[in-house]
């Protein structure tokens, strides 16, 4: 079956450093790959997605990859700040009718002044 | 902006009682599915649902659960005599026709006693 695998948090970040958090996938077929964002007390967003290989995704200063031959979507900021404190989760969807996300673990990430 | 609506925001209950979870999902959207996160754990998949009928369901959607779409509008979650392990934040998502992004209401937080 699917599966999603991220870096274990937390994360603790100065801000304007660079971030990475790393997911690795296992998928049949040609799935879909989203990154979602949790911040305290509130519910899940989309951060930004990717659905064929070699697109880039990105929103809010934030990008991933799509590399199907790592099978990879890492997610990368050039400097982060306060405000991106928050649980990041990579997720998949395999695609077809009323398709559901898999999850990976969450990494939480704590950026600090 | 649409957004999925889902209520209550907390609600606590007695071991063994019965809970509704109620949920609004984008007005246009045709595929629907129910999502529990245990604290502190991954974001589970539970049940989709489109054309009036379930399309899959996790081993976690046992005869405890159901789902309904009563009226056009509303989604619901029902737990028939809820265990303290159902104790979680309960997600509603929605997609549209093209089913590629899914959109997250803020949850219930529900709480066995």
């Known amino acids: 079956g699917n599966s999603v695998t991220q870096m274990e948090g937390p994360v603790t970040l100065s801000e304007e450093a660079f971030l990475t958090i790393n997911c690795t996938y296992t998928?049949?077929?040609?799935?879909?790959l989203f990154w979602y964002v949790q911040y305290p007390g509130e519910g899940l967003q989309l951060l930004l997605k990717a659905t064929k290989a070699d697109d880039k995704g990105s929103n809010k200063g934030f990008e991933a990859t799509y590399r199907k031959e790592t099978t990879s979507f890492h997610l990368e900021k050039g400097s982060v700040q306060v405000s991106d404190s928050a649980v990041y989760f990579c997720?998949?969807?395999?695609?077809?009718?009323?398709?559901?996300?898999?999850f990976g673990t969450g990494t939480r990430l704590q950026v600090t002044l | 902006e649409p957004e999925v609506t889902q209520t209550p925001s907390h609600q606590v209950t007695q071991m063994g009682q019965e809970v509704i979870l109620r949920c609004v999902p984008i007005s246009n959207h045709l595929y629907f599915y129910w999502y529990r996160q245990i604290l502190g754990q991954k974001v589970e998949f539970l049940v989709s649902f489109y054309n009036n009928e379930i399309s899959e369901k996790s081993e976690i959607f046992d005869d405890q659960f159901s789902v309904e779409r009563p009226d056009g509008s509303n989604f619901t979650l029902k737990i028939r005599s809820t265990k303290l392990e159902d104790s979680a934040m309960y997600f509603c998502?929605?997609?549209?026709?093209?089913?590629?992004?899914?959109?997250f209401g803020q949850g219930t937080r529900l709480t066995v006693v």
């Open positions: 998928a049949t077929g040609y799935p879909s």
């Open positions: 997720a998949l969807s395999g695609g077809g009718t009323a398709s559901k996300l898999t």
């Open positions: 998502a929605s997609t549209g026709w093209e089913n590629t992004e899914a959109f």
